[in-house]
Nanobody, 120 residues
Framework: VQLQASGGGLVQTGGSLRLSCAAS????????IGWFCQAPGKEREFVAA???????YYADSVKGRFTISRDNAKNTVSLQMNSLKPEDTAVYYCAARSLAVVTTARYKYWGQGTLVTVSS
């Protein structure tokens, strides 16, 4: 499985971005998908996840602001990011096929990351 993350960019505080994760491979619909972020000098952190049955999970810091969704027909998972804050600035990675609890960074496949920068 290959993952391609896109949609990052520069946005002002309070703005919105929509990240997309496009996947190759027929087994995509059976995979849990996660989004993680990593800011400079920090560990990779959980942002959101969606299971194969479309149950969603969110980090406390993004609840009510971010929405994860999936379109199995298009092999894509999206992360709608609203009310962005400077502390959301990071490289965002999508990951597929969790090997443990979906909120941990134990996934078999990882995308290359897309940079989100929120200016104050």
């Amino acid at each position: 499985v290959q993952l391609q993350a896109s949609g990052g960019g520069l946005v002002q505080t309070g703005g919105s971005l929509r990240l997309s994760c496009a996947a190759s491979g027929r087994a995509f619909s059976g995979y849990n998908i996660g989004w993680f972020c990593q800011a400079p000098g920090k560990e990779r952190e959980f942002v959101a996840a969606i299971t194969a049955t479309s149950t969603t999970y969110y980090a406390d810091s993004v609840k009510g602001r971010f929405t994860i969704s999936r379109d199995n027909a298009k092999n894509t998972v999206s992360l709608q990011m609203n009310s962005l804050k400077p502390e959301d600035t990071a490289v965002y990675y999508c990951a597929a096929r969790s090997l443990a609890v979906v909120t941990t960074a134990r996934y078999k496949y990882w995308g290359q990351g897309t940079l989100v920068t929120v200016s104050s």
